[in-house]
C-alpha cells in the first residue's frame, strides 16, 4: 500500500471516531496530524500501515526520540498508532496488530501547577473590582465584565477552557445550582454552579445588552466577532495572564487551565472524593484524574497526624 493507501486507511479511522465516539474536530486533527506522521515514516521504509511489522513500529518510536518527542508526545503517537491498527484488525484489513506488544515510553508524571486558595481568592476579587469599578472606554468595562465572569465561571465549575467559552447564552438563565455541559465524546455532566457565578454572569450579559445589543442576540454567553462566533481560549488566556500580573502572580504560573487545576485540588484537599471529581472535570478514565494523587497523599498523611491515636507520639 502506498502512502495515499495508508491515508485511506486513516480517513475510515477518522470516520469511525467521529461516528461512534462523537469525537470533537480538535480531537479528529490531532489524530490526522499524528498519523499522516507515521504514515510518511512508513512509506519511507517501504511500508504502510497494513503490512508494517512490529520493527517498523519500534523503529519510528525510536525516530521520535531522536527528532526531540518529550516522553509524553512519543506516548500520544503511540496511542494513536495502537487504536489505527486495532481498527484494521476489527476491519479485516490486517490479520494482526503489529503494535500490541509495544511499551510506551517511560513518563515522568509531573504535579500540575497549582494555585493556592488564596491567590484564586485575589484573582478573583481584582477582577470583580474591576468589572464594578467600569472604568475606562466602555469596550475596557465590558472586557473587565467578561473576565470577571469567565474566572468566576472557571472556579466555580472547573470546565475545559473550550467548554467555558463555548457555553450557550441560556447558561445565564438557570436558576439551578447547577448546569448541564456536554463534553469530550458527545458525554453529558452536570457541573455545580455558585451564587457568584451566576451573578457574574448576570451582570456580564445585561452589560452586553447595553452595549452590544446585536452581539447580546447571539447564541453563545460570550460572543465575539471570532469565527467561531464565540471568545477564542488565546484571548481568555491572555485576559487571564494580565489579570495574574495585577496581583502579583508570575504569568508563567497561570492559564484557564491551572484554574480548572485548582478547582480540583481544592475540592480534594477539603475532603472530596476522587471519584466525584473525575466526574465534575468529565474524564473518561479516572487514571486521568489521578494526577492530583499528591494531593491525596498529602491529605492522608494530615488524617494520620491529626486522628491516629498515637499521631502525637514522638520518638524517644
Not at 497494513?50 to 520493527?55: L, R
Not at 494580565?242 to 481544592?266: C, D, K, W, Y
Amino acid at each position: 500500500m502506498s502512502v495515499e493507501g495508508s491515508n485511506g486507511a486513516i480517513d475510515r479511522f477518522l470516520d469511525m471516531i467521529a461516528a461512534e465516539r462523537g469525537a470533537a474536530r480538535n480531537t479528529i486533527e490531532a489524530y490526522r496530524r499524528d498519523l499522516t506522521d507515521y504514515a510518511g515514516f512508513l512509506a519511507g521504509r517501504g511500508t504502510s500501515t497494513t503490512d508494517v511489522d512490529t520493527a517498523s513500529v519500534r523503529a519510528y518510536l525510536v525516530s521520535l526520540q531522536t527528532r526531540g518527542f518529550e516522553a509524553s508526545s512519543a506516548a500520544r503517537r503511540l496511542s494513536s498508532i495502537r487504536q489505527l491498527h486495532r481498527f484494521l484488525v476489527s476491519e479485516n484489513l490486517r490479520g494482526d496488530d503489529p503494535a500490541a506488544i509495544l511499551d510506551g515510553p517511560r513518563q515522568r508524571v509531573r504535579a500540575p501547577k497549582i494555585l493556592s486558595v488564596a491567590e484564586v481568592d485575589e484573582l478573583i476579587e481584582a477582577a470583580r473590582a474591576a468589572a464594578e469599578a467600569g472604568e475606562g472606554t466602555p469596550a475596557q468595562g465590558l472586557r473587565a465584565a467578561r473576565l470577571y465572569a469567565l474566572v468566576e465561571l472557571l472556579y466555580a465549575t472547573g470546565l475545559r477552557v473550550s467548554e467555558l467559552v463555548a457555553l450557550p447564552r441560556t447558561a445565564a438563565r438557570t436558576k439551578e445550582a447547577f448546569i448541564s455541559i456536554r463534553g469530550k465524546g458527545g458525554r453529558d455532566r452536570l457541573v455545580p454552579l455558585t451564587a457568584a457565578a451566576r451573578a457574574a454572569m448576570a451582570g456580564w450579559r445585561e452589560k452586553l445588552q447595553v452595549a452590544a445589543p446585536a452581539l447580546a442576540d447571539a447564541k453563545w454567553l460570550f460572543p465575539s466577532d471570532a469565527e467561531s462566533g464565540h471568545l477564542t481560549r488565546q484571548a481568555f488566556a491572555r485576559d487571564l495572564k494580565a489579570l495574574a500580573g495585577l496581583v502579583g502572580i508570575n504569568a508563567g504560573r497561570i492559564s484557564p487551565h491551572v484554574l480548572r487545576h485548582a478547582f480540583a485540588s481544592h475540592l480534594l484537599q477539603n475532603g472530596a472524593d476522587l471519584r466525584i471529581v473525575q466526574e465534575l472535570l468529565g474524564h473518561a478514565d479516572i487514571s486521568t484524574t489521578q494526577i492530583y494523587t499528591h494531593v491525596l497523599d498529602e491529605r492522608m498523611r494530615a488524617m494520620v497526624r491529626d486522628l491516629h491515636p498515637l499521631g502525637d507520639t514522638k520518638d524517644d
